[in-house]
């Protein structure tokens, strides 16, 4: 009987060499195996993000570990798909940056090795290294709104670290990725908006690895994170954007109708959403 080497495994090397555009350096990217009952599929949160079961074979499976490419050397990072469109004349930037950008992550993570097989803290700091590493990109990849959905995977990844290890302020950490997020999010609206920037260049907008919630998704993730990590310190900023992100949602999805085309859990979160928003509008008059 010949056995699959892949059995017990979660990952395996890619077949092909990555060259990082930065520093040269020849290395293989990791790749989530996802097939044998290593991904079971819970229930998606109302920031979007699908949970996943624990397998009785193979644990915790978390797949946006494994959605960052990170040079090994460097530590530029990006999504997959934009690693090699980094500009030419940026390269000298990243290597020039490489020293403080390590500083950065090690202070959080000091024994980081990205040339081992990830786990949830190599995963969460990856994410980190893509929102910062986005700042290299010119404005034809979308890097603002790229920087967002990596600031919201990263917020993901420090809260699965807060049930880990508590006392460890992750859940600050997740907070402030949040929150990093929302500036996100808004400050990419605000660009497609005026024609700086423009959101279309990226295919799918997840935010999380199984579904595309495209366009809606975004708008709909922008008034979520205002109403739970924007300020509240001005009551009437608070009142301004509340109202803001319940317009938002009104427009998208008709709140109490019905609608093929809108993705269910969307549409159901949206809803929730609008309620909410009602009640603490309703709460502060």
Known sequence: MIFDKRENKLSYQAKDDSICPACTTVFRREELLTGGGRLIAGVITDELHRLYEPSAKYGDVYPLVYQATVCPVCWFASMEKDFYALP????????????????????????????????????????????????????????????????????????????????????????????????????????????????????????????????EGILYLSALLQVKYGQTDDRARRIASLEEAKRTIARMFG??????????PLLEHARDLYMLINKELNETD
């Open 255 to 264: 709140v109490g109708k019905t609608s093929k085309e809108k993705p269910g």
């Open 88 to 215: 030419a004349d940026a390269a000298e930037q990243v290597n020039d940056n490489r020293e403080k950008r390590m500083e950065e992550v090690q202070l959080l993570f000091p024994d980081l090795d990205f040339s081992r097989n990830r786990d949830l803290i190599s995963g969460t700091a990856s994410q980190y290294l893509v929102m910062r590493c986005y700042d290299y990109f010119n404005k034809d990849v979308s890097p603002t709104i790229k920087q967002g959905i990596a600031a919201l995977r990263a917020g993901w990844l420090f809260d699965i670290l807060h049930e880990k290890n508590q006392g460890e302020n992750y859940d600050w950490l997740a907070t402030l990725l949040k929150k990093k997020a929302l500036f996100f999010y808004s400050e990419a609206i605000r660009r497609e908006q005026n024609g700086q920037e423009t959101i279309s260049a990226i295919k799918n907008c997840g935010p999380d690895t199984d579904k595309n919630y495209a366009y």
